[in-house]
């Protein structure tokens, strides 16, 4: 998903960079790219709309027009925007004072939650921590048996209960389990 996406939105920004002057409209019709890109990887149309309102008022004023590189201004100011509707800043991931402390993976299928987990795992593990993989998603198939590859590969466990169960029962009792 997130490599068609950047695809694409490589695409809009070539064609952007291309031309040595922009004018209003060459500005719309790329950003019109970037909107169908979003669009396509499932990105909310709410969020979308905003997003590019914020972009098309920034894009469309003599900050890109009258700048020397109009392509590369156009670029520098969707990754602004990108980032500022990304939070704007990094934060970290709080430790319970009181173990576990307990992370969900959520996203769509393909975007790397299971690899994600099992590096977050790892990296606590480095620190000393005891990382417990809970493998709850049980629509997907093979997922369960990635995760206990991905633990047995690192060397940290994984709690489960199969695919017969709710994956809410199985986050129970893997929090449980991680108590004990």
Do not use: W
């Not at 004018?23 to 719309?28: I, M, N, Q, R, T």
């Not at 939650?113 to 629509?139: E, F, M, R, W």
Request: positive net charge; contains cysteine.
């Amino acid at each position: 998903m997130f490599q068609g996406l950047t695809e694409k939105l490589n695409n809009a920004f070539k064609k952007l960079r291309s031309k040595g002057k922009l004018s209003e409209a060459d500005v719309k019709a790329g950003l019109r790219d970037i909107k169908l890109a979003l669009l396509e990887a499932d990105v909310n149309f709410k969020v979308v709309k905003e997003f590019m309102n914020h972009v098309t008022e920034r894009a469309v004023g003599s900050e890109v027009l009258e700048s020397l590189l109009p392509g590369q201004q156009v670029v520098k100011i969707v990754h602004e925007e990108m980032i500022n509707l990304m939070g704007g800043s990094q934060s970290k991931l709080t430790i319970s004072p009181k173990p576990p402390t307990i992370v969900m993976m959520v996203g769509l299928q393909g975007a790397g939650k299971t690899t994600h987990a099992g590096k977050l795992a790892s990296l606590y593990k480095k620190q000393s921590k005891n990382p417990l993989l809970v493998a709850c998603d049980i629509y997907r198939p093979a997922a369960i048996k990635q995760l206990q590859v991905l633990g047995e590969q690192l060397n940290i466990p994984v709690f489960t209960l199969g695919d017969k169960t709710s994956p809410v029962k199985i986050a129970k009792e893997g929090v449980q389990y991680a108590v004990q």
